[in-house]
């Protein structure tokens, strides 16, 4: 069984950065493609960034263009979120959760495995 940990959630004002991290314990971190989503209250579950095994080509959700970067680096085994300018709408429990292929999928939200999230509460 895979188990992905994240870190790094927390209460920003608006305005703010938060970088969240993801780690995976078992081998083959390094093999597929991952992904954040996120679940704001009384809403479903959306996709937030994508990156392929190699972390080389991303994807975003029109909300986290420009604002968000996903990053992967393998030899450390963790998947990161850098969020900047963030929102009150952007209050969500962020998880990371992995692919099983090495490329991102058309179904963002087809992930194998997820993490139990952080909480990241945007608000003045």
């Known amino acids: 069984q895979v188990q992905l940990v994240e870190s790094g959630g927390g209460l920003v004002q608006p305005g703010q950065s938060l970088r969240l991290s993801c780690t995976q314990s078992q081998f083959g971190f390094s093999l597929y493609a991952m992904t954040w989503v996120r679940q704001a209250p009384g809403k479903e579950v959306e996709g937030v960034a994508s990156?392929?095994?190699?972390?080389?080509?991303?994807h975003y959700a029109d909300f986290a263009r420009g604002r968000f970067a996903i990053s992967k680096d393998n030899d450390k085994d963790t998947l990161y979120l850098q969020m900047n300018d963030l929102k009150p709408e952007d209050t969500a429990i962020y998880y990371c959760a992995r692919y099983n292929t090495s490329q991102i999928p058309t179904r963002r939200l087809a992930y194998e495995y997820r993490g139990q999230g952080t909480q990241v509460t945007v608000s003045s």
């Open positions: 990156t392929t095994r190699s972390g080389a080509s991303t």
